[in-house]
């Protein structure tokens, strides 16, 4: 069977320097398709779709929000070609009642699910909805991510490969304001067997990797178990959250902790130290602030942007307030009436699609504008990315796990073990 999955192009934010990361999601979810399902992948952001190419079947995989209108558009296309179209990913999750007029809608986690909805399309009976959000699989049968489906050479920046992504933990144990993860992943933190955790990050052909989990900070025993079998892999990461305690952050920066992106919220003490024991462990920070909360006036938003450069962030990526379907903010601001627009292609996290309590959407707007603009005013973007990179290049050298890239070209070419 030919099955064309399909990730949905969709705008970076405005402001950030702009690069590609591998997706995810998809690869993880062709992991869970049967052997005799002949997988062509495609990300728009990287490369046009050809809408005649032959294929059987179309999958399409959306993670934000702002990709859902140009999947159905996709979908569309295909559908007028008579062929079948099924939806799944994170944003379907969110949209799922909008995306079943544009085809089969698939909810929740794929792993040991797809022989079935295969199934059906085989006897043209595919059904309209195939709804498991409320029963997450066994997370043992997460299998290895197919990474061999991903055009490798189009991920890269300036000619360095970027990061793989890999999990090891689904689900979050925590219900921030701004966050769908609850109603997603459900509230129970699942991880997976350390030892298919590991023996996946170990397979990846590249050092760097980027470990997608919600916040690592679930279980302070699993997260010394997880790093203590890092170890000897040598991989550099980096990770949302870990958990502010000594050890773990010993432990995190031995198994390879490169950078961490790291919600900043307010100008507290709690903050400053936070981030300074990241440091002192040598792990970098990305500072993710989120602009626009109900305790956020012009003066409030100002002092932040000060304190971010005084605590000496790594990099900081902005966004405003997003009232995404399925979190609280949601829910608070549109039982308010203070959402602007349901457009969702509005909803890249750098426009203001609700009334902030504080100021008007447009002050908020160039507000934004202007922590972008005040907090790389003395050290660009792309200086400060810089830095961050030479950071990862030291820890290698350090260990003698760095590849220059005509090293990795040459092992890429000719295979690793001929040329060692
Ligand atoms: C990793 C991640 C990122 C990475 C993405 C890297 C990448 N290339 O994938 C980074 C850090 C870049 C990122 C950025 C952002 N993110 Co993010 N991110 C996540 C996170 C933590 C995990 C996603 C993931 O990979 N999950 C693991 C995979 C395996 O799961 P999955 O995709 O669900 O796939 C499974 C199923 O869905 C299914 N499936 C998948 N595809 C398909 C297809 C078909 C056909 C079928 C049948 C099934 C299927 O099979 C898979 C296996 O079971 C989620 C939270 C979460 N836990 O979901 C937030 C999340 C997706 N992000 C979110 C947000 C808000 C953002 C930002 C806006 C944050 C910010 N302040 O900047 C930015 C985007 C900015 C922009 N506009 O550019 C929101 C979504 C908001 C929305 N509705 O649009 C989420 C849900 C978290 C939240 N706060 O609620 N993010
Ligand atoms: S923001 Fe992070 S820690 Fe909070 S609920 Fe979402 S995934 Fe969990």
Known sequence: MRFTLIYPKWHKLGRQTEFHLPPHGPVVFAAALPDYVDVTFIDENLEAIDFDA?????????????????????????????????FGGIATMLHAEECMAHGTVFLGEAEGRMEEVLADFRKGALKPVYNHLDQQPDIALVGTARRDLLKRDLYNYRGVQMVDLVHASRGCRFHCYPCAVAYLGGRRFRPRPIDKAIAEMAA????????????????????????????????????????????????????????????????????????????????????????????????????????????????????VL?????????????????????????????????????MSAERLQELLDY???????????????ARLFARVVQKEMA??????????????????????
């Not at 603009?373 to 050290?379: K, M």
Request: hydrophobic share 40%.
């Open 322 to 358: 997003t009232p995404f379907p399925h979190t609280r903010a949601f829910d608070e601001l549109h039982r308010q009436g203070r959402i602007l627009t349901y457009d969702w292609s509005r909803y890249t996290a750098d426009q203001v699609v609700y009334q902030p309590k504080h």
């Open 204 to 319: 990846i052909d590249n050092n760097r990797l980027f470990i997608v989990d919600n916040s690592l900070a679930q279980s302070t025993e699993w997260e010394l178990d997880l790093f203590r079998e890092m170890i000897p892999l040598k991989k550099k990461w980096c990770s949302h959250p870990i958990e502010d305690k000594p050890e773990v952050l010993d432990l995190a920066a031995r198994a390879g902790a490169w950078y961490v992106y790291q919600a900043v919220f307010d100008t507290s003490d709690y903050i400053r130290e936070r981030i300074r024991r990241y440091h002192d462990h040598g792990i970098g920070v990305e500072g993710t602030i989120l602009l626009g909360l109900d305790n956020h006036d012009e003066d409030f938003i100002k002092r932040l942007i000060d304190f971010l450069l005084e605590i000496d962030l790594d990099l900081a990526e902005f966004t």
């Open 399 to 420: 260990d003698h796990t760095f590849r220059p890239r005509s090293r990795r070209l040459r092992d890429q070419h000719f295979g690793r073990g001929e040329t060692a």
């Open 371 to 385: 922590a972008w603009t005040s907090f790389y005013a003395d050290e660009p973007q792309n200086m400060k990315m």
């Open 54 to 86: 032959a294929t059987d079947f179309v999958g399409i995989s959306m993670m934000l929000t702002v990709q859902v209108q140009r999947g159905w558009a996709i979908a569309d296309e295909y559908r007028k070609r008579g062929v079948r179209v099924m």
